[in-house]
């Protein structure tokens, strides 16, 4: 009988659903049919397997094809069931043997003379053959790829003649090298360094403390006072990723059809969207959904300078992926979950003039140009930091330069190990069971807690984050009990909510 069948595997987000192509060859007018639910780019595939299988030195066979993707229901795209449809037809016209393609699975696209050209989005696919423990051919060019995950089953393919071969058992293809060398995780290049920050000595604590613990932070200041310089410094405070944690990473980043340099596999992302991105960038979509800014921001930080300028409705799309840690995409022809746990540092000026000292605008519109942020995605913040102008002389006058990163980093690094020594995750994702728990508070201390909350008339979240902050405080300075200096040090980092306090009290 005139039938093969060939494994490949389709891209639904993060996850590489497994695909059976069936071909047929059956007698009447040449003809090739294409059905299984394919998109505009898999019907195309049909032009560019003849000609690549004529231009191979193969016979096309002048028959009826009948080519089925299944499962039927689910919508294929892309281009990289060109392959696996052309050995279909190779072996259903007994071109290279059947019982070749026994646990193998074929992933990839063709050229028109045959050569097997690059896809993106292959890394969830050779995680997932990994699960199988199956024989994976992908092209060449995908070899990055194969290495970041290490699976030995991995055979690379760079033209159909080569690939004819390999299943005639005539020639081996090669696969990745036996004796991967990791990156070092301990041995990043840092291209800037906290010390180089002049003054801010609060903001820079107020940075350490937000790595610490993995939390929100706002700051807040007049232009030209360092709030990007001190954002961009985070990433050189934060410990690398582990493996499962950087193929997360990387798995997010092939599915955006980005390219992840081996060297950058375990460090962290940070993603720094411009102010006029839409919705859709920042949390994900389109007909095709992919991960947006948030995604491709997880286990990493999302910048975001001059928040204030974000459209209000943009901003508010981020408070459930920022609660739950992941973002539900919906369309009609997928539902799709990617993965968002990240942390949000933003930079912003206290008023439309820049600054609220001596200020051309009045308390109005400042009022309004606060009100741009609403009180929920305010509410998602732990930390809120003034970075105010630097005094007279301090860019003239020499001063220790301070600490540096790596040393900061070394704190941060130990107060993160005894988080997840105590409770298993870090402290902005403890729950309020666990702060009772585990958090070391004084009832008193609680208490005095609950009276300044009430007192700046803050949420009960803000009660919870305000404890968390208090916590990796004490953390930091390796403190079993959470006291009430540390209580109060966490109420200082509350910039925003003086200055809307400010703003009632002026009229």
Known sequence: MAIACVATRASKGVEAPSVTVEVHLSNGLPAFNLVGLPETSVKEAKERVRSAIINAGFEFPMRRITVNLAPADLPKQGGRYDLPIAIGILAASKQVPKNSLKDHEFVGELALSGHIRHCHGLLPVIVDARKQDTTLVIPLDNRDDAELVGYQKVHFACHLQTLSEYLHGQTPLPGIQTELEWIDTETQEHTSCMSEVIGQYQAKLGLEIAAAGNHNLLLLGPPGTGKSMLASRMMQLLPPLSYDEALEVAALHSVAGMSLAP???????????????????????GSNPKPGEISLAHRGVLFLDEVVEFPRRVLDCLREPMESGE???????????????????AAMNPSPCGDVDNARATQDQIQRYLSRLSGPFLDRFDLTIEVPKLPAGALTQKVDMGETSESIAIRVKSARELQLARAGVLNSELSGRQLQESGGFEQSDLLFLEQSVNKLGLSVRSFHRLQRVARTIADLQHSKRVDRSHIAQA???????????SLKSAY
């Open 263 to 285: 060297k950058q596999f375990y460090r962290r992302p940070f993603r720094n969207p411009h102010h006029t991105s839409s919705a859709i960038s920042l949390v994900g979509g």
């Open 327 to 345: 973002v539900v995409i919906s369309r009609a022809a997928a539902k799709l979950t990617f993965a968002s746990r990240f942390q949000l540092v």
């Open 491 to 501: 109420l200082g980092y509350r910039a925003m909510d003086r200055l809307l306090n």
